[in-house]
């Protein structure tokens, strides 16, 4: 990475422009396209087939300012001309459909009639975006996936070398490996980090894999990120100091004397550079204390606050405990799975989270409405990104555009035409 130094002074972005502009594919519930919509991007168009997820992404638009402007596209991303998007854009981002390469999907990857790498690969070559965020499931850094990932990250860097007619992947991949070592001068600096949502504040164990790639006239590279929140940290509060309980108002767990010891040995000095893991309980404290929901009927004062009968805990399905960060919160291809989008009462019994609740775990504000039966309301959440951890994310990302920009109007012209341009 090339470091951006520079003698003079960056002017406030506002003088350049109102906004950054940024194209959204499979935008599913809306995720991360809040998330980045918060960290300064403006979407020309947020593109998702499904109709529910589209009328969620409507709903929205009229509930929240920062969005009011969103163009939903309802169309299948395979009849888009990406042409009508190519002028001056900052941002492309998407999540393509994870269930190719999922632990829990039928493990086709690049054979799944589902993979969309290839329009996001269109999309870029159609675009020529300042900047890339994409994110996947952890099943693409599998062995088995290895070949298909290496290609995934050559498309980014060469996006305007594209395959053959009748050229399979894996020669297109051989090929633009060798262009690569003769020296084909990279298109985009790309990077990518395998990312436990819980590291970064979000109370659920969510690993996902990032990808983040600037175009190289921009002089620049994606900062992977430095964890912040650490289980250690939690332990500390739980077992060591009890603030944990306190906090809660709720009877501490006890370990043994000798393992609190340990612990306290262990993390003497620790709270100073970490904060601790946010669980479960704590994702329904805060902003406004969620009250038990009740079967099949809303909860007075929230929306879509009720719960479903027939939750079951069996091997491997438990449901997610109230002092941890939530287990992933998944979209099965028929509905809710099992498990995973539980929580584990401290009696022992388990219930269904309520969309409400599921959308905390998720970093969703409490006034976001999604539409379609229960089911599908899952569906979208657990196929979304968390909207803090994308607004993270894009905000380093806008902050490095927004620095480039600065840099490229100074370089541009004298100090005279820059007063000039800036009250354009």
Known sequence: MTSLTTPFPLLPYSNLSDRLHSLELFSGG????????RAGFHHKAVIEWNRNACETLRINRKLFSEINYWEVLEKDVREIDFAVFETDLDL????APCQPFSMAGKHLGQADERNMFPEVFRAIRSTHP???ILENVKGLLREAFKLYFKYILLQLEYPSVPPHIDEDWKDHCRRLERESLQGLPVEYIVRFQLVNSAHFGIPQKRERVFIVAFRSDQNT????????HTEA???YEKYVTGNYWDEHDVKPQKLARKMEKILEQHYFGFLEQKKRWQTVRDAFKTPLLLPEPLELQETFGFIQHSSNPGARAYPGHTGSPYDLPAKTLKAGDHGVPGGENMLAR????VRYFSVREAARLQTFPDSYVFSGAWVECFRQIGN???VDL???IAEQVAQKLRSRNCIALHNYSSSSDLRSISRS
Not at 92 to 95: P, V
């Open 30 to 37: 809306g995720g991360l396209a809040l998330g980045t919509a």
């Open 92 to 95: 492309l981002a998407g999540g």
């Open 130 to 132: 300042k900047a890339i």
């Open 221 to 228: 590279a994606w900062d992977v990120l430095e964890p912040t």
């Open 233 to 235: 940290a939690l332990n």
């Open 346 to 349: 401290d009696d022992g019994s």
């Open 384 to 386: 979304a990104v968390p």
């Open 390 to 392: 994308a607004q993270r």
